[in-house]
């Protein structure tokens, strides 16, 4: 499997004799928002085709080429064999049709290391634009300090809703299936739940303890039991298995 997703990526880093063939207003104005630090642009639909790549601020060991292909070689050890399902899931999604992808990003959040002995939580955002031909651009974003160096993998789709209920429902059910993927197997106790939920209110410790008639200590164990569980560093990150 990773030898199928690195060469699928591997083909959008050769560069091409006129980018432009990849470009438009479109293109330009997605990557204004996007602001990428890395940007690499391909033809979904004829993956032999050479892509486009460029590094515009990612910083590499100098041995390191400043590839794609770098950077996925460069993912946690921990986070790798979910980056590669997660990476198949998407690609074989995007080969089932052309009606599908119009305005739709793909957006998966991992911790590399790109240069050694420093890891940085990357946002790989994959779009795809339908005009005469089919349009893939990948970016890639160091939100470290954005996330507060969070370093769990997270994944998400944007999309125009309610458009076409049959598309909504196939990309919820890709959603769906790739978020399990990223789920740990771990069962909570109705207590830990109730805590997570309030937590996500917003309310402290001492909030939660009140409402709960139980003390703060007993609240702080339960968040750190919470922590331990998942294997997470921030309790905020497991709001998300609520």
């Avoid at 639909?45 to 601020?57: I, M």
Wanted: charged share 25%.
């Amino acid at each position: 499997m990773n030898h199928y997703i690195i060469n699928f990526f591997r083909k959008k880093d050769k560069a091409i004799n006129k980018p432009d063939e990849f470009s438009g207003a479109s293109l330009e104005n997605y990557l204004e928002l996007i602001s990428p630090d890395f940007l690499c642009v391909t033809n979904l639909q004829n993956l032999n085709k050479k892509g486009f790549s460029k590094n515009y601020n990612l910083k590499f060991d100098k041995e390191k080429e400043e590839t794609l292909n770098e950077i996925i070689k460069s993912i946690n050890p921990d986070q790798s064999d979910n980056f590669f399902a997660i990476s198949k899931k998407i690609i074989d999604f995007i080969k089932s049709g052309e009606e599908i992808l119009k305005d739709v990003v793909f957006q998966l959040r991992f911790t590399a290391s790109l240069i050694s002995g420093l890891q940085s939580s990357l946002l790989l955002n994959l779009a795809v634009q339908m005009n005469d031909s089919s349009l893939g651009i990948i970016t890639v974003n160091d939100v470290t300090r954005i996330i507060n160096n969070q370093q769990d993998m997270a994944f998400n789709i944007k999309w125009k809703k309610k458009v076409d209920l049959a598309i909504d429902k196939r990309i919820t059910c890709l959603e769906n299936e790739i978020n399990n993927i990223l789920v740990p197997d771990v069962r909570i106790s109705k207590r830990e739940h109730e805590i997570l939920i309030l937590i996500a209110e917003g309310k402290t410790s001492k909030l939660i303890a009140e409402e709960l008639f139980i003390s703060v200590k007993t609240v702080s164990t339960h968040r750190q039991n919470l922590l331990k569980k998942f294997e997470a560093n921030n309790i905020y990150s497991l709001i998300r298995y609520i």
